[in-house]
């Protein structure tokens, strides 16, 4: 690599920040799990599932993340073999060396959308579904970022080219390769909750958030134990310290 | 074991009388005699040992479940943080515990800077501390890059280049670097057998230095040597108790980010698969590598703005010798202490000033700052040692007073 691709790497990101400066900066909105010690709103997050199996699941994978792992979300190993065996995965070879399909099961990980990364490039127009597994984690300010995002699209204002992409105001650069997946109403809620627009995109980002941080809830209540033993250890070795440093005083 | 040469019998007397641990520790962890005016600042040595302590225990187990394999590294770190026991507490204490163990090595190093613990007798000492940073700088920067996340390749990238700056052989130079004509497989394999084994060279290093200091002891405050027995405590119970209350609240402050907000000192992009194809919008180094980050690109010219960074560290090596004054503490040194001050402001800017963009204003207070920097060390301290008029210095530790 050249001096010239050098520079163009470490300066680059100058004129990609202009760009970015132009995606409004996300909507702060108040999940249940916003606060330090709040948690993942369960029956939000299982109608993020839903969401994210009848809409967004048949261009984005949820790779790292297995079926067992719903536990966390409330559901019993029944239900889960349920919701596995709605998609179709790659059995081992069989006594023939064939390699037939078989439903996915507890123990398999979320199937993904297409065969391999060409496949799912060919299908969107050269642009690829990333991977949601993570998602909340890989943006800044990640929950209110895709719920701003799926909230944000408007019609492009007026002489703006959005050229084969859409129009997105909190979208670095203001144009995104995929289609508005979420209008209200694109799923029927088994709980019956009123399925709006808003409704979903709150839903599915709790799930997501879930997704990307499974640990979310066992960290933090594991962290209020221990910070609260580390605050009595603290003020114990104080008291300890006045009390052996008093001797050298007299 | 105050006991240990009458008492013949027992198990620790059998072992000390052949393998002299017991009263080596005693020596030099026990009775060591300390000054007895060390203020809070003087903790952060100790706590530096610890976090080193804490990277290795948690890197030994992390390495158990990771996988060194530009297909697998990534998939193996969302393994551990997702199916390993308790993964997810282990990796986000080595990640945040890296950024801790520089915050206090940081904090160690401005504590010398302000008390003069460069001087004579201890020039070894500062030198040895030099070489663990440099060290652990190396060490950070190939463990940031293990992940395999997006800022792990690109960062990686860019700072393999610095090398091809090197006239005639750079080239070659980074191509060995890399195992090949990228950042790839056989890069990632060796930065992790090297992140692997240079944190047991820094505790090499770390007894080194610890044999340094305990050689003529610690500097203090006041920084006058000691005039007798009267200026000095046992190291336990007074200071072990001191480095335990330290140890204690830094852990609280420590263990509130790991587990109430793990990833406020990494960056977003790291939890996107590498990508060669994709430069990201923004690449930045960690937060302890910023005013170095921003050294580097203040230089107009590519080998100049490595030459700059590296200088910025090798300076240090200098310092001894460069700062010309007698006295040690800035308490005595009115304009050091000003300088001081200016100088530790500097770095914070350039620490701020390299997450930014190089572009317009920043790259102007980029170079100032820059300019700063070495001005600080080689020409505002050697001047000052002739010029500047001390305060009276104290007669000695124990009765500071005496000499008002």
């Known amino acids: ?250 | 074991m105050s006991t240990a040469k009458k008492n013949t019998k027992g198990i620790i007397n059998w072992i000390d009388y052949r393998l002299p641990v017991v009263s080596f520790l005693k020596h030099s962890a026990v009775d060591y005699p300390t000054p007895r005016n060390l203020n809070y600042w003087w903790n952060f040595g100790s706590l530096a040992g610890f976090f080193l302590l804490v990277q290795i225990i948690t890197g030994v187990i992390l390495s158990m479940h990771y996988t060194a394999h530009v297909d697998h590294a990534f998939d193996s770190i969302e393994h551990i943080m997702r199916n390993v026991n308790h993964g997810w507490l282990i990796r986000y204490i080595h990640m945040n515990g890296a950024s801790f163990f520089f915050i206090v090595v940081y904090i160690h190093i401005f504590r010398g800077l302000y008390y003069g613990s460069y001087k004579a007798p201890r020039e070894l000492l500062w030198w040895l501390g030099i070489i663990i940073l440099l060290l652990m700088m190396a060490t950070a920067f190939m463990g940031y890059v293990l992940p395999w996340g997006q800022m792990s390749f690109w960062g990686a990238t860019v700072i393999t280049n610095l090398f091809s700056a090197i006239p005639l052989i750079g080239d070659n130079i980074t191509q060995w670097l890399w195992g090949g004509y990228s950042v790839d497989n056989p890069t990632l394999s060796r930065f992790y057998t090297l992140h692997f084994l240079l944190p047991f060279l820094i505790v090499g290093v770390v007894v080194l230095h610890i044999v340094a200091l305990h050689t003529h002891g610690s500097n203090n405050p006041l920084g006058i040597d000691r005039k007798g027995p009267q200026d000095s405590i046992p190291f336990h119970p007074f200071y072990t108790i001191k480095d335990l209350f330290g140890l204690s609240f830094a852990l609280t402050i420590f263990f509130a980010v790991v587990f109430f907000a793990p990833d406020f000192l990494g960056h977003p992009d790291n939890y996107i698969p590498a990508d060669p194809l994709k430069t990201p919008a923004h690449i930045v180094p960690e937060w302890y590598f910023l005013p170095f980050y921003a050294i580097l690109r203040a230089i107009p010219d590519k080998l100049g703005g490595v030459i700059a960074m590296f200088s910025a560290i090798f300076v240090l090596f200098l310092l001894p010798w460069l700062d010309t004054s007698k006295v040690r503490s800035a308490t005595f040194r009115p304009v050091y202490k000003i300088l001081f001050w200016i100088f530790l402001i500097d770095a914070i800017v350039l620490g701020w000033v390299g997450s930014k963009p190089a572009e317009g204003i920043y790259i102007i207070i980029s170079r100032i700052a820059t300019l700063y920097y070495f001005l600080h060390f080689l020409i505002l301290l050697p001047l000052l040692g002739k010029f500047e008029k001390n305060r009276p210095l104290p007669e000695s530790i124990g009765k500071p007073v005496l000499a008002e």
Not at chain 1, 136 to 161: E, M, Q
Not at chain 1, 186 to 207: I, M, S
């Open chain 1, 1 to 250: 690599m050249n001096i010239f691709t050098l520079s163009f790497l470490i300066f680059s990101f100058t004129f990609s920040l202009i760009s970015a400066d132009k995606a409004l900066k996300p909507e702060q909105y108040p999940f249940s799990f916003s606060k330090p010690l709040g948690k993942i709103d369960k029956n939000s997050a299982q109608r993020g599932l839903q969401v994210y199996i009848e809409v967004c699941a048949s261009c984005h994978g949820l790779k790292h993340v297995a079926y067992r792992s719903l536990e966390g979300l409330g559901y019993n190993k029944d239900q889960i073999n349920r919701i596995a065996a709605q998609f179709q995965v790659d059995d081992l070879p069989n006594e023939e060396g064939e390699i037939l399909k078989r439903a996915a099961i507890y123990s398999d990980y979320f199937v993904e959308p297409y065969e391999n990364y060409n496949t799912a490039k060919a299908a969107n127009n050269g642009a690829y579904p990333p991977d949601l597994s993570l998602m909340v984690k890989a943006r800044k300010d990640g929950a209110n970022y895709i719920r701003s995002l799926l909230l944000g699209y408007t019609d492009a204002p007026n002489g703006f080219d959005v050229g084969e992409g859409y129009y997105n105001k909190y979208m670095a650069g203001n144009i995104i390769a995929m289609p508005q997946p979420l209008y209200g109403d694109d799923v029927e809620y088994k709980d019956g909750t009123n399925a709006t627009l808003e409704q979903e995109v709150n839903d599915l980002v709790t799930f997501l958030t879930w997704t990307s941080m499974p640990d979310l809830e066992d960290r933090r209540s594991a962290g209020l134990k221990v910070i609260f033993f580390l605050f009595i250890m603290t003020i114990v070795f104080y008291l300890s310290y006045r009390k052996i440093w008093s001797e050298l005083k007299k």
